[in-house]
């Protein structure tokens, strides 16, 4: 559970063509439709050329009784013609009792080093290589990816490969269905896409239940005034626990940016 609560942390979004997007976006996690696990907030900056986002987890009711997590992440990069490409990302995690830190940074040649602490015991059979990660992004980074190519195609379509700091997996959007939404500050149309989980490397065996994450769904806000696309709704089927993130509130600032003269 914590790893799918980690993984719905990252959905944001970025900009518009001349013009700066602030966003303030709340959201509930709930298990088998009514019990409350944690709340999500994310707070996003977001240029023409850069971004950087913050999103915060913190647990409670029913999942504070297994494992009680408190989670901050930021993100940030560059957007250089709708493609994102994340330059540092930065989490810090608490949970049952136990603390850790995690700082990557990505190199003027592509690599990226990842300062962990406590470093990991294991770092899986196969251990993620060098290449994997270049070929990556952060978890959150992966989200603004999304956000953004969706809101350009009005297409769930993709693939995109995912380095946390010890595990690579790749994201998938596939399908594709338009719904009304009227919810939490948000009003208009929604693509509703089916959302795949493939783990690839850096796993354990212990590690089985984050190995087999089933297929699950993503709500993506399409704006008539915006390239990109916010999270609306995450969910799991039921032989997951029917887990759902929804959006508990949402404002938007839109600055628009003046030519310098």
């Known amino acids: 559970m914590r790893a799918f609560l980690f993984a719905l942390c990252a959905w944001l979004l970025t900009a518009a063509p001349a013009a700066a997007d602030r966003f303030s976006l709340t959201y509930d996690g709930v298990g088998l439709g009514f019990v409350p696990l944690g709340g999500i907030s994310v707070d996003a900056n977001v240029s023409d050329d850069d971004y950087q986002i913050r999103a915060h987890l913190q647990s409670r009711g029913l999942l504070n009784l297994f ?3 408190n989670l901050t992440a930021i993100a940030t ?4 013609n709708g493609d994102v490409r994340w330059s540092s990302y930065d989490l810090d995690h608490r949970y049952s009792r136990k603390h850790r830190i995690i700082a990557m940074r990505v190199g003027a040649d592509g690599t990226v080093n990842a300062e962990i602490t406590p470093t990991y015991r294991l770092w ?4 993620t290589s060098d290449e994997q990660r270049r070929r990556s992004r952060d978890p959150l980074s992966t989200m603004v990816a999304m956000s953004i190519d969706v809101g350009q195609t009005r297409r769930c379509s993709g693939s995109y490969p995912t380095f946390d700091g010890r595990f690579h997996y790749v994201m998938e959007l596939s399908g594709g269905q338009i719904r009304d939404f009227d919810d939490a500050g948000y009003e208009g149309d929604v693509l509703r896409c ?3 989980y493939i783990a690839v490397a850096g796993y354990e065996q212990r590690d089985a239940g984050r190995r087999r994450i089933p297929e699950g769904e993503v709500w993506f806000a ?3 005034d915006a390239n990109f696309a916010p999270v609306v709704r995450i969910a799991t089927p039921m032989s997951a626990g029917g887990a759902t993130i929804r959006l508990a509130s949402y404002r938007r600032v839109r600055v628009v940016l003046e030519d310098m003269p």
């Open 194 to 196: 089916r959302m795949a």
């Open 124 to 127: 899986g059979e196969p251990p």
């Open 222 to 224: 399409l704006m008539p």
């Open 67 to 69: 494992e009680r997590t």
């Open 77 to 80: 990069g560059a957007i250089v």
